[in-house]
């Protein structure tokens, strides 16, 4: 996810130059959500860890849910990107 975000920053700074400043705004915007996401994601699977049998069942499908906004997320920055250029 590390790499995403320097390859996206990096990109953002170019095409910043190139003046697609709200395409390249909108990705950076949702790779924030992207890594946001992970991170609840890694949050909800540490609390099933923790939890009772209900507990794990909530916190798996926070989990999902939070890995497919993500996902979701990413690929909207990609597609923004690629719209900048």
């Not at 390249?24 to 992970?38: L, P, R």
């Not at 926070?62 to 906004?69: D, I």
Request: net charge positive; hydrophobic share 40%.
């Amino acid at each position: 996810m590390q790499k995403v975000l320097i390859a996206l920053a990096a990109t953002a700074a170019l095409l910043a130059a190139g003046g697609a400043s709200a395409q390249v705004g909108k990705a950076a915007s949702e790779a924030t959500d992207a890594v946001q996401h992970k991170i609840d994601q890694k949050r909800a699977d540490s609390d099933a860890k923790k939890s009772g049998p209900i507990g794990k069942a909530v916190n798996n499908v926070k989990s999902g849910y939070h890995k497919n906004r993500s996902k979701s997320s990413a690929q909207k920055a990609k597609q923004s990107l690629k719209n900048a250029g």
